[in-house]
């Protein structure tokens, strides 16, 4: 008799120990082809629902025949012993395409949230979401782990068209990798997708390193054919993403990241982004990063005038560069929350955890800002104070730093005469990136008239 996969209640993902195992029994179930497949074609949507209606026709066959789910249930397993143990009904907790992923009927309408870079049509409802977030939760606590969701370009790595290639960087053309092992180049020339791609420095130790500590995904605004791209890039061994690569084309709301379609929860969940916006729900999750330009087109794209790093053939430091740092602040998060603080590992929230160790960076600071854009000064006010400093509007003894775009301000004098730091803003986004008081003479400010 055929295993009847999406018909066994004890191996319905209802029932499975968490989102991998979950993934490895549609994987199971949508692979289990009618005889005349071929097992090396990727099937078809159409084709995926018809294997999923063959199966449910299966089960009702055998329900008929043998008299109950359980008897069915039984004699799959080979135990030659009757059950009279009653099945619930099923709650249907999710879809592929309009078929229930446990029973294989077919459901009238869509619900529930779209989990397509899983598997295309793959639909579930929050209770079964809510099932599996708790159970990887606890298998992950269990393991010391975390969730950490990447982002791609600027800050995993940076990617340009061909055609937007400079002139000074066209020498680029006869230094990149080979695409046969990938793992010791970091310059890519994809020619099927008329595009150069650049790994950031240290980018492989740091996705080394940071699996130890964290499940991770990959959350990229771009479509998905390049997220997938990168993945091998980034991953040719497939040791840390598997199937957990999200691209625009999996997101629940246009222009916009979310959380929703991550199967963690969110009270463990890290996210390294370079764009704040694009989280607008998550920002207590986010570590924001500096931006890796190494491509002219990009400085272009966030309008900087200046040469890239490709065109000065220069790039960021492997052991001091932006990854590295943010390694550090990584395991000091992982650290505190698993090893200093009190209490149920599953009531702790790394969303406290990020909060308290960003407003140590500039703890015990006074800042008063002096002529800054009105636009700009809202922002900066709030990062200022998210790291643990007090902001002033008018100057008292109590003041440690004058932040000024120009030396020649009535404060920036004043910062001068009492022997305060006078620094540009850029020191106070440095500290943001860095998660670290920067020098102060490094942030100079001069007199611009």
Known sequence: ??????????????????????????????????????????????DEFEDVRTKRRKFESTEETEGSTSEVIMEQKSVDVKSSVMVDVCTHPGSFGDMCIRCGQKLDGESGV??????????????????????????????????LVLDLDHTLLNTTLLAHLSSEELHLLNETDSLEDVAKGSLFKLEHMHMMTKLRPFVRTFLKEASEM???????????????????????????????????????????????????????VLILDDTENAWMKHKNNLILMERYHFFASSCRQFGFNCRSLAETKSDENETDGALARILKVLKQVHCTFFDKLQGDLADRDVRQVLSSLRSEVLSGCVVVFSRINHGALPTLRRIVEQMGATCLTELDPTVTHVVATDAGTEKSRWAVKENKFLVHPRWIEAANYFWQKQPEENFVVKKTH
């Not at 993403?241 to 969110?266: C, M, P, W, Y």
């Open 1 to 46: 008799m055929a295993v009847i996969q999406m018909s066994v209640v004890t191996d319905s993902p209802v029932h499975s120990s968490g989102s991998d195992d979950f993934i490895a029994y549609l994987d199971e179930a949508l692979d289990a082809s009618s005889p005349n497949s071929s097992p090396d074609e990727e099937a078809g949507s159409q």
């Open 114 to 147: 779209t989990f397509g870079y899983i598997h295309k049509g793959l639909r579930l409802h929050d209770e079964e979401i809510s099932r599996l977030r708790d159970t990887d939760m606890k298998k992950f606590l269990f393991h010391k782990k975390l969730y």
């Open 214 to 268: 964290f499940e991770m995904y990959i959350y990229t605004m771009g479509d998905r054919p390049y997220a997938l791209e990168m993945a091998k890039l980034l991953d040719p061994k497939k040791e840390y993403f598997n199937a957990k690569v999200i691209s625009r084309d999996d997101g629940t709301q246009k222009h916009q990241k979310g959380l929703d379609i991550v199967l963690g929860q969110e009270s463990a």
